[in-house]
């Protein structure tokens, strides 16, 4: 950068000339064309440099990858809670898979829990790491499976329209993020059209999928959680006792024997393809009076204690005896706080 600096202060150097030296000393013209050349020299390699080209028009793999996983990390400690499993999985797998130069394929991670419990949330901040727009970038693309692929019918002309998508998101930009919500409503054998992307293959026409993100969203496999959570519940055990191991098989053969899960059957769960499957815990009482306070504070205002807790008091709780669990999360905490706030 600094020889770059030294090139434009040179440029500017030569423009003051006429300024500094008697009008008669040197040739006018030559004079101009030399300083416009030299000028033009500077700025263009000025301009051209990667990182301030980047700083006025968005580029693949904006962020250094370091940074992004320092960001993933700082967002996912102060905005994410009651996920500790997520939380660590998440990181490691990005972190990982970020720094690593020679990945043998791409990463994929599935988010499995509850509506309200974060998957969302969590893959906007894995976006917004990679990324500085986040999951506006033109290099990350969302599907909703009730928007995207709503007809069974017309299967075959969705499989042909993503595999031709994420082909040539690839080809112009390796660190492609794809994000695939509502798993839990799409149509069975859908998302193994992607199959090839996600296998251990150098090269596919001529493209390497290597560097590519796929992250799935679904609610299915959401009672097994439940079932492991309420276990830990009901023994003593707090839920951060709870580790992956206790979840993740269990969880993935769920999904695969659910024919409501969009992962029914699926070849990318029986040739190993899905790297994580991630849990999201349900939240607890506690864990909604965190979302309400953030909520709050983002918007500028002094937490009301009475109306946090008036609003964690309004949300309804499961298993019906014990409420321990919100039934969604932190969904609903943003329309509650309009109700209460006269913004």
Known sequence: MKLRRGALRAALGLALLPLLRPAGAVEPISLGLAIAGAAASALTGFISYPRLYCYFRECCLQ??????????????????????LVNKVVVKAVKGFLNNTNAKKPLALSLHGWTGTGKNFVSKIVAESIYKRGLQSKYVHQFVATLHFPHAHSINLYKDQLQSWIRGNVSICPRSLFIFDEMDKMHAGLIDSIKPFLDYYELLDGVSYRQAIFIFLSNAGAEKITEVALDFWRNGRTREDIQLTDI??????????????????????????????????????KHVKMCVRVEIESRGYAVDEDILTRIADEMTYFPREERIYSDKGCKTVDAKLDYYYDF
């Open 248 to 285: 993740q098989n269990a969880l993935s053969v769920s999904i695969f024997n659910n024919k409501n899960s969009g992962f029914w059957h699926s070849t990318l769960i029986d040739r190993n393809l899905i790297d994580y499957f991630v849990p999201f815990l349900p939240l607890e009482y």
């Open 63 to 84: 962020r250094h990858d370091h940074r992004a996983a320092v960001a993933l990390q700082e967002n996912l400690d102060r905005k994410l809670f009651g996920q500790h």
